[in-house]
């Protein structure tokens, strides 16, 4: 395996491994290994049992999902164990496991148990919302590897439950994310606390500053493994973009979600505001959907998990640091709803899907004039997205017929009763009005797709009958005065004294936006917009002449309307600021 150097100037281990079978020199690890069917290594398990990756500190970036877990268990069972394989004999604790949540830490400790259960190794696991006195009490029995949350591990520490004073290897698991939720001082008193002497493993998935001046401090000479290729992002998940009105988030979650029917689906929020909203806007819907934001008790969290793997569930509405650490092995597809706030976070939600060799979707929800920013957020994590239109009505119907096809065309095995029931159901009515009743069944069970406004500079609303000779105006907003079709409608018909049927396309430039009315009721409605005007403030609504391909754009005065239009998402009130 040949060395190259990483960002903080350690040599790095390539993951360019030949196919091989796990080679430990403990028996009862290999034992453990094969009972649970592990035949090949991954290649983070490959990279760290490697000869020149032994009794080293590790830097190690690889995905979630990847075999991680089982890669640091193996690494370390040389400062756990004793040449017969049996546990060292000690006073205190050897092996300090720090991961940022409850969820991973436990899924953690589940692990580590089951690979050293033949060792006579003890595992105690220490977080937040468990009952502290037991974590004392398994701590003062004696326990070889500690696996906790930084904040629990460090209340043990203060309190003197926590002994570091023999570890001889430290793990900080998905290290990234516990410095991005405002761990590092809790990270630097627990490794601190440790002898100089022992072994640093660290895992994360990127590596940013913080963690490259954590590593500086903490390791020595350590061996940088990567097995991402840092040009593909994450290999196993297909990115899309699809570019939306800002009006039009939620009806896109819907049609996303109904087009691709997860098994299980995550979507991304930024705010606890926004998680409650969206939540509670799905469930209107007839989603069967759960929320994990901060506002959520340790219980409540919970039940939420559970009820996403009991299948009772299958969208989580979510922000960042609420679902950092989960793993639900049926996560599909990821949404952001909401921009992240840089390529690192990107990165980081995605990874929620895509784990352990199986496919996963993540698609961001770009407003229009946002377009930009994640475009080059994209260049920054170095993903290749695919631009998108999403999913219309028709597309969803068109999915919906083939999965119902799938459905009723696989094999079944008829039970009890079945079948005399199909015959009585065929002798009372005919085979095409029973597979009618079964297609309509199939749709109303399901929530309804949402019409989306189509296009970035212009929103058709025709060509309708009676427009064939119509009347174009001109509004003085435009997309940087926040204009949108579902405010500048009704503002349009009230001014005009018109229903929403008598206004036709609807354009909308940067500066300005046109539209159309019949012309059998162009004077009358220019007149009305005459008497009304002054009602919304700077706003101004003027004929054009000719149709709009005819005439060139018209810049618009230094200062632009003053508007107050309402953001629907998240129930805020924005205003257009002057230009």
Known sequence: MTGQVSACGNPVASDHHEIMTFQTAFPPLAEALAARSYTTPTPVQAAVLEAEAAGRDLIVSAQTGSGKTVAFGLAMASQLLGESGAARPAHAPLALVIAPTRELAQQ???????????????????????DPQRERRALGQGAHIVVGTPGRLRDHLERGALDCTAIAVAVLDEADEMLDMGFREDLEELLDATPESRRTLLFSATMPRPI?????????????IATLDAGRGHGDIAYQAMAIAPSDIENAVVNVLRFHEAETAILFCATRDNV????????????????????????????????????????????????????????????????????????????????????GTAILLVPFPRRRRVEAMLRDARIAADWIAPPSPEAIRAADSERLLATLLAPVEPGEGDRELALRLLGERSAEDIAMALVQAHRTRMPAPEELLAGDAAVQRGPR???????????NIGRRHNADPRWVLPLLCRRGHVGRSEIGSIRIAAQETLFEVPGAIAQRFLAAVRRTAG??????????????????????????????????FGHRKRTARPR
């Open 276 to 359: 409650r909203h969206l939540h509670a806007s799905l469930t209107e819907r007839g989603f069967a959907v759960v929320a994990l934001s901060g506002e959520h008790s340790q219980n409540e969290r919970n039940h939420a998990l559970q009820a996403l793997r009991d299948r009772r569930a299958r969208v989580c509405v979510a922000t960042d640091v609420a679902a950092r650490g989960i793993d639900l092995p049926g996560l599909s597809l990821v949404v952001h709803v909401e921009i992240p706030r840089d390529a690192e976070a990107l990165q980081h939600r995605s990874g929620r899907t895509g784990r352990a060799g199986r496919k």
């Open 108 to 130: 953690v400790s589940g692990e580590l148990a089951w690979l050293y259960a033949a060792t006579g190794v003890k595992v105690a696991t220490c977080v937040g919302g468990m």
């Open 535 to 568: 009602e919304d403030g700077d706003v101004e609504i003027v004929p054009v002449k000719g149709r709009p391909h005819d005439e060139a754009p018209r810049r618009e005065s230094a200062d632009g309307p003053r508007l107050h239009p309402e953001k629907k």
């Open 465 to 475: 009958p009676g427009f064939e000779d119509s009347a174009w105006f001109r509004i």
């Open 212 to 224: 490259v001046a954590l590593a500086r401090r903490y390791q020595r000479d350590a061996l940088r």
